[in-house]
């Protein structure tokens, strides 16, 4: 497998991210993209709180009864003819698609947008062997040329802007004109079109995720924009659903709750335009559709996520709403974190999936404004997630010296009040002598990493534990004079 | 131990149960049996503003919409939208017996063949099991007289809804489906909400990115 975990250099991949003049340029526009339009569409639907506690209800029972319900979807899969695979790991389900594709004598595959396949190196892997899966999402077709990862879940080629996939296209799409135009989106994406569309046309089997997969009815649910995936799942012979585990839900009810919080959390649209439920393979009669429909479910390391403090994350629909709303993706871009899953439910999930030890500076990089968490729309406690992996490294041994010989420093003075009061004040005052009267610090001894970027403020007035006490005494006297007053 | 031992195992360790327990498979069984509808927003619970809302959010969504009084005015309706567009006076189309019954000679210049897309047809007109007016949502279902390619391949796509069908919000058409399929859902039930578009480049949104640059309804008959 080549995908690389870059998640050890998160430093380094943020240092260059923010030097990146283009990215920079990109990544502003996902906060004028996203946030307002999310805002807006919550804001027209007087039920949008009440449905995320819904959401997050069902999400809750479900993954109380996953087994069951897993059960339960299996049994109406088969009875209407597709078939589900189990696979344990990533390289299970690399398999389980590699057999169906070899069987199938496939060379072409046509793939929809999964973050699933993005997790288990599934392309490469196909690649390895002979068969050509192609990106058919937009954005997932310009970093697959690219031989990028997905910066976002659900815009994958948000960091890009048009000169730079114009000139991939020049040089991936030969044979067409040089002199021809693509210097707007619009051109871009007709050539898009034009060449996918063969792609479409050729492919021995489609490839596509799960947004949901429906217990009662035994269907998967796919949520596109663009119409990709239908075009991927409906054309080939066999249709190829790639899902996790924590992906189903009861009844068409109960999906139906999700995708109403699902759009407007991730694009601000009151509805995707395509939100597509596909039951089995074709049946008799049928015109068109796949012969054969197969379900890869896969676990991955989440059924062990389930027993512990991480299981709300579990719940995660896949909306991108932490990320478009995180100040530190919103800096560095989802490449610095250097796996599949950017963002903070990146800094939750990656860590669970490749290892604290490798994943240790996801959860560190918060500055747990809670944004995340005020946006989620299954109410995930994000900060709270992030906490718990900063708990387990420190346990573990895992965080660098500095910040535990810091945090221990610190919690010396903390556990004896008498020497933390005097202390803080000491420090308070040796600051406001650094700071002099601009009110602001240039520089620091032992905080050269603050200090190099911006200023330090100087502290005002007095410590809070100061300040209270002494409005706790202006209060009795108050009290003491009112009561004299009273009295006369 | 099979690929589903393991994961089912593992599923049933975390969460501490055997699998067999009764309350837990009541729970499971009653839920799926009962399917229970969750929020549902009020905004299409007025009958009589249901069409002004769908076209309303259908518009939202980049659709048009037309208003027809009978299915009688709809080859006209075709012909018109096609000459709009600059495109040839030819569509594909699917069995469905609401769309035989069209009367489409009226229009004499107009081309019309019967079945599956395979790319090469500019114009298709399918007919909608439903509509949801909450969102703009039209719902079609496949068959062998509605090919699902007819909704992604053409480059228009234009769809009939009766009046009476569009429903205020997803569970009403839910239970129109299960009343019509029983348990059995067709094997593709497609929500559609205007035309197709992407937003990957530069995030500037652009229509036909691979389904139709073109969505329009056609409304037929009272509500």
């Known amino acids: 497998m080549t995908l690389q975990v870059t998640s050890p250099q998160f430093k380094t991949n943020a240092g260059a991210a923010l030097k990146d003049a283009q990215l920079q340029r990109a990544l502003g526009k996902v906060e004028a993209g996203f946030i307002g339009r999310r805002r807006d569409v919550a804001g027209k639907l007087p039920e949008f709180e009440a449905l995320r506690d819904a959401a997050r209800d069902i999400k809750d029972h479900t993954l109380a009864h996953l087994d069951l319900y897993l059960e339960a979807y299996e049994r109406r899969v088969t009875k209407l003819g597709g078939k589900v695979h189990w696979a344990a790991t990533a390289e299970d389900a690399r398999n389980i698609v590699l057999g169906i594709c070899k069987r199938l004598n496939a060379k072409i595959v046509t793939k929809g947008k999964s973050m699933i396949a993005e997790e288990i190196g599934l392309n490469d892997h196909l690649a390895e062997h002979g068969i050509a899966p192609v990106e058919t999402d937009l954005g997932e077709y310009i970093i697959q040329i690219r031989h990028e990862m997905p910066s976002h879940i659900i815009a994958p080629a948000i960091h890009l802007n048009k000169d730079q996939i114009e000139a991939d296209f020049r040089r991936v799409h030969k044979g067409l004109p040089a002199s021809r135009n693509l210097e707007e989106p619009a051109s871009l994406m007709a050539e898009a079109r034009t060449v996918l569309r063969e792609k479409f046309l050729a492919a021995d089997v489609g490839i596509t995720g799960a947004n949901f997969l429906i217990a009662e009815t035994g269907t998967s649910v796919i949520v596109t924009n663009e119409g990709n995936g239908d075009l991927t799942q409906t054309l080939p012979r066999a249709h190829i659903v790639l899902a996790s585990i924590e992906k189903v839900v009861p009844t068409l009810e109960d999906a139906s709750t999700l995708l109403r919080v699902l759009a407007r959390s991730a694009t601000g649209q009151e509805m995707s335009v395509y939100t597509t439920f596909s039951t089995g393979p074709r049946r008799a009669g049928d015109p068109d559709g796949p012969e054969e429909y197969h379900v890869v479910i896969l676990d991955n390391g989440r059924s062990a996520m389930l027993g512990g403090k991480l299981r709300e994350m579990l719940r995660c629909i896949r909306c991108g709403a932490c990320m478009n709303h995180c100040p530190v993706y919103g800096a560095v871009g989802g490449h610095a974190y250097g796996w599949v899953y950017p963002g903070p439910m990146g800094a939750v999930l990656t860590p669970a999936l490749v290892g604290i030890d490798k994943a240790g500076h996801l959860p560190n990089a918060s500055t747990f404004c809670g944004r995340c968490e005020e946006v989620c729309p299954v109410r995930i406690p994000l900060p709270k997630l992030m906490r718990h992996w900063r708990e387990r490294e420190f346990e573990r041994h895992l965080s660098p010296a500095t910040v535990r010989w810091g945090l221990g420093f610190w919690a010396a003075f903390a556990r004896r009040p008498w020497l933390y009061r005097p202390a803080t004040r000491l420090a308070m005052k040796m600051l406001a002598l650094f700071g002099g009267s601009r009110g602001r610090i240039h520089w620091l001894p032992l905080a050269g990493g603050w200090t190099r970027h911006r200023d330090f403020p100087v502290p005002e007035r007095d410590t809070f534990q100061a300040q209270w006490k002494q409005r706790a005494a202006n209060k009795a006297k108050l009290a003491a004079r009112g009561e004299a007053e009273g009295a006369a | ?223």
Do not use: C
């Open chain 2, 1 to 223: 131990m099979s690929g589903r031992d393991v994961v089912l195992n593992s599923i049933r360790r975390s969460l501490g149960t055997t699998g067999v327990e009764a309350p837990r498979r009541t729970a499971v069984e009653q839920r799926l049996a009962r399917h229970p509808r969750g929020i549902v927003p009020q905004r299409g619970n007025e009958p009589k503003k249901r069409i002004a809302l769908f076209r309303d959010m259908l518009a939202e969504a980049h659709g048009t919409l037309e208003e027809l009084a009978s299915p009688e005015n709809v080859p006209a309706a075709v012909a018109a939208y096609l000459r709009s567009k600059n495109l040839p006076m030819s569509i594909r189309r699917g069995a469905d017996p609401r769309l035989e019954s069209i009367p489409w000679n009226k229009e004499r210049t107009l081309e019309v063949s019967v079945g599956r897309s395979d790319g090469n047809q500019p114009a298709a007109v399918s007919h909608a099991f439903g509509a949801v007016a909450e969102t703009g949502t039209l719902v079609l279902v496949s068959g062998p007289d509605n090919p699902t390619t007819l909704n992604f391949l053409p480059e228009h796509h234009i769809v009939v809804v009766n009046a009476k069908d569009i429903a205020g919000n997803y569970e009403t058409v839910w239970d129109a489906l299960r009343k019509k399929f029983g348990a059995r859902l067709p094997r593709t039930v497609n929500w559609i909400t205007g035309p197709s578009r992407s937003a990957d480049i530069e995030q500037v949104h652009l229509h036909g990115a691979h389904g139709p640059k073109g969505l329009h309804v056609l409304v037929v008959g009272n509500f």
